[in-house]
């Protein structure tokens, strides 16, 4: 008898918080301001795992947060997550975790040094 390898779907929520997701834009002055791509996201924060958090060292970057967020495609390492408190994150690594419903994206963040200007707040 064959048995078929079935992977169980996990259901996510996101009550974790909100967070926007933002386009930096460097200017001629040397200024860098964000622009708000997506507003408002609920998230879900997960554990940064050893491993995780020593490969990303290795890289010489600080993982401070790991949060999942409802799928968009267009969410990518240049850009700048903020949160509901406004604190600012730098994305540092994007991943869509399978077996997940809704869709949804994993993303590493790694807290700015001094926080951008945001557009229209």
Not at 90 to 105: D, N
Request: aromatic letters at 6%; hydrophobic letters at 35%; glycine letters at 8%.
């Amino acid at each position: 008898m064959v048995m078929a390898n079935k992977k169980k779907t996990v259901m996510q929520t996101f009550n974790d918080g909100i967070l926007s997701i933002c386009s930096a834009k460097d200017h001629e002055d040397g200024t860098t301001t964000l622009t708000v791509k997506h507003a408002l996201l609920r998230y879900h924060e997960r554990t940064v795992g050893i491993n995780r958090y020593y490969r990303a060292k290795q890289e010489s970057v600080e993982i401070s947060m790991l949060v999942r967020i409802p799928w968009h495609g267009d969410v990518s390492t240049q850009d700048v997550a903020v949160l509901g408190d406004g604190r600012q994150f730098g994305i540092r690594q994007v991943q869509k975790p399978e077996g997940v419903m809704p869709p949804c994206l994993d993303i590493s963040l790694e807290r700015v040094v001094h926080d951008y200007d945001v557009d229209g707040v």
